[in-house]
Structure formats: structure tokens, C-alpha cells
């Protein structure tokens, strides 16, 4: 399967802003959809923000107005900007590509919001 590197996690302080990076070790035919996770500590991994093939985004009510998602134009990158960060953000956060070949994660990357 293909592999997902995901990049930009670290520790930012409350009100900051982190760019987390997903990079494809190739190109995948028929993206459907490139999606970011988010595990918080001892909860359940939700969807943070999607991607659509037309291009088309949706996201999650907890940060619609504070995240972006976007991805280049050759498809081989996903990036997630996180602005207005808040203690709650804190999570673990995974790439996801979905395409007729099946899902492809990231290994996830640890966002901690602590001051």
C-alpha cells in the first residue's frame, strides 16, 4: 500500500496556528476523498476536515471557522492549517486518502495546545 508521511505536529501555545503536511510516497489513481483524523487522548478518532475530488470541503462543527484543508494540485500533498488553536485540539492527528484501491493512514502526528 502506499505510504502516507505526515509532517508539522508539535506543541503550540493556546491561540497559536500549526500546519500539518501529508506527503503520498506515490501517486494514487482515483482519489475519492483526502480526509484528516484527530485521536484525542483516551477518546474516540473523529473526522476533522475533508477534501472532496471536485474539490469541494467539509468539516467538523468543533473547528469550522479555525481549520482549513487543502491539497495540490498533483494530488500528492494534504495540508491541514490550524488557526485559533485551543486546549481541546489536543490529539493525535491522522492523513487519510480514500481511493477505488482502498484506504491509505498516516502514521499520525502529536498536536499538543498547552501554554
Known amino acids: 500500500q502506499v505510504q502516507l508521511l505526515e509532517s508539522g505536529g508539535g506543541l503550540v501555545q493556546p491561540g497559536g496556528s500549526l500546519r500539518l503536511s501529508c506527503t503520498t510516497s506515490?501517486?494514487?489513481?482515483?482519489?475519492?476523498?483526502m480526509n484528516w483524523y484527530r485521536q484525542p487522548p483516551e477518546k474516540e478518532r473523529e473526522l476533522v476536515a475533508a477534501?472532496?475530488?471536485?474539490?469541494?470541503?467539509n468539516y467538523a462543527d468543533f473547528v469550522r471557522g479555525r481549520f482549513t484543508i487543502s491539497k495540490d494540485r498533483a494530488l500528492r500533498n494534504v495540508y491541514l492549517q490550524m488557526d485559533s488553536l485551543k486546549p481541546e485540539d489536543t490529539a493525535i492527528y491522522y492523513c487519510?486518502?480514500?481511493?477505488?484501491?482502498?484506504?491509505?493512514w498516516g502514521q499520525g502526528t502529536l498536536v499538543t495546545v498547552s501554554s
Open positions: 487519510n486518502i480514500k481511493s477505488p484501491w482502498g484506504d491509505s
Open positions: 506515490r501517486t494514487i489513481a482515483g482519489i475519492r476523498t
Open positions: 477534501i472532496y475530488s471536485n474539490g469541494i470541503t
